[in-house]
C-alpha cells in the first residue's frame, strides 16, 4: 500500500515539474528569424574551394552569409577576425560543418585567386564566392541584403554594402538574419555574442 502511494505521489510531482517546465519561458533569439525558412532562388556563383557553387553547395551545413571585398577597410576584416573567433563556439551547438561565405561585391577588383588568398588567412571554414553583376546582384539581393555599384571608369573606390550576416540551414535556405548595430562614430558589425546565443536556440529548433 505504501508502496502505491508512494507511486502515486511520485508520477503527481512529476506532472507537476512538467507543468511548471513548460510554463517557464524559453529564450528567444533576438535575431530575425524566417518562418518557414525562406528557399533561396537558383544561384550560380564561382567560388575559392570549388570551380563553381550553387544551391546545393549550402546543403549538409550551416552557412554564414556576407557581403564583403578584400578591399574594403573596416566591416569585412573586423567581420571575418570575429567570425573565426566565434566560430568554434558555434560547432559545438551543432552536428553539421559550420561554414562562411564572403560575398564579393566588388567583382571588378576580386578575383577569385585574390578572394582565395583574403578568405583562406581566416581558415578552411571560410570560403569566398563572386561573380559578375548581372548574376551577382540578384543573388545579394534575394539574400536581402544590398551593395552599390561604381560608376564606370572609376578605379580608387569604396563599396557600400550591409553589414547584415544571413543564416542558411543545411536544407540550403534562409533561417535567419543577424543585423549589424549602427553606433555613431562605430563600425556597423554583428554582435557575435549575440549571434552565438541566438545560433544556439535557432539550431537546437532546427
Same mark, same amino acid.
Request: one cysteine or more.
Given at each position: 500500500?505504501?508502496?502505491?502511494?508512494?507511486?502515486?505521489?511520485?508520477?503527481?510531482?512529476?506532472?507537476?515539474?512538467?507543468?511548471?517546465?513548460?510554463?517557464?519561458?524559453?529564450?528567444?533569439?533576438? !535575431?530575425? +528569424?524566417?518562418?518557414?525558412?525562406?528557399? $533561396?532562388?537558383? =544561384?550560380?556563383? /564561382?567560388?575559392?574551394?570549388?570551380?563553381?557553387?550553387?544551391?546545393?553547395?549550402?546543403?549538409?551545413?550551416?552557412?554564414?552569409?556576407?557581403?564583403?571585398?578584400?578591399?574594403?577597410?573596416?566591416?569585412?576584416?573586423?567581420?571575418?577576425?570575429?567570425?573565426?573567433?566565434?566560430?568554434?563556439?558555434?560547432?559545438?551547438?551543432?552536428?553539421?560543418?559550420?561554414?562562411?561565405?564572403?560575398?564579393?561585391?566588388?567583382?571588378?577588383?576580386?578575383?577569385?585567386?585574390?578572394?582565395?588568398?583574403?578568405?583562406?588567412?581566416?581558415?578552411?571554414?571560410? !570560403?569566398? +564566392?563572386?561573380?559578375?553583376?548581372?548574376? $551577382?546582384?540578384? =543573388?545579394?539581393? /534575394?539574400?536581402?541584403?544590398?551593395?552599390?555599384?561604381?560608376?564606370?571608369?572609376?578605379?580608387?573606390?569604396?563599396?557600400?554594402?550591409?553589414?547584415?550576416?544571413?543564416?542558411?540551414?543545411?536544407?540550403?535556405?534562409?533561417?535567419?538574419?543577424?543585423?549589424?548595430?549602427?553606433?555613431?562614430?562605430?563600425?556597423?558589425?554583428?554582435?557575435?555574442?549575440?549571434?552565438?546565443?541566438?545560433?544556439?536556440?535557432?539550431?537546437?529548433?532546427?
Amino acid at each position: 500500500m505504501n508502496r502505491l502511494l508512494y507511486i502515486v505521489i511520485a508520477v503527481f510531482a512529476l506532472g507537476i515539474g512538467f507543468g511548471v517546465y513548460q510554463l517557464i519561458p524559453k529564450p528567444e533569439p533576438k !535575431a530575425l +528569424v524566417y518562418q518557414p525558412p525562406r528557399p $533561396l532562388a537558383t =544561384f550560380e556563383l /564561382d567560388g575559392t574551394q570549388a570551380t563553381t557553387v550553387n544551391n546545393q553547395s549550402l546543403q549538409g551545413q550551416w552557412t554564414l552569409l556576407f557581403t564583403g571585398y578584400t578591399y574594403c577597410p573596416d566591416i569585412c576584416p573586423t567581420t571575418m577576425a570575429q567570425l573565426r573567433d566565434i566560430l568554434p563556439q558555434l560547432q559545438q551547438s551543432v552536428n553539421e560543418p559550420v561554414k562562411v561565405w564572403m560575398v564579393s561585391v566588388d567583382p571588378k577588383r576580386d578575383s577569385v585567386a585574390r578572394l582565395r588568398d583574403y578568405t583562406g588567412f581566416f581558415g578552411d571554414a571560410f !570560403a569566398g +564566392v563572386r561573380a559578375e553583376h548581372k548574376r $551577382l546582384y540578384p =543573388f545579394v539581393q /534575394d539574400l536581402g541584403l544590398m551593395y552599390s555599384i561604381p560608376e564606370e571608369g572609376d578605379e580608387n573606390y569604396l563599396v557600400n554594402h550591409s553589414a547584415a550576416i544571413i543564416l542558411v540551414n543545411p536544407d540550403g535556405n534562409r533561417q535567419a538574419i543577424f543585423n549589424a548595430k549602427h553606433e555613431q562614430g562605430k563600425v556597423p558589425t554583428v554582435d557575435m555574442q549575440q549571434l552565438a546565443d541566438d545560433f544556439s536556440i535557432i539550431s537546437a529548433d532546427y
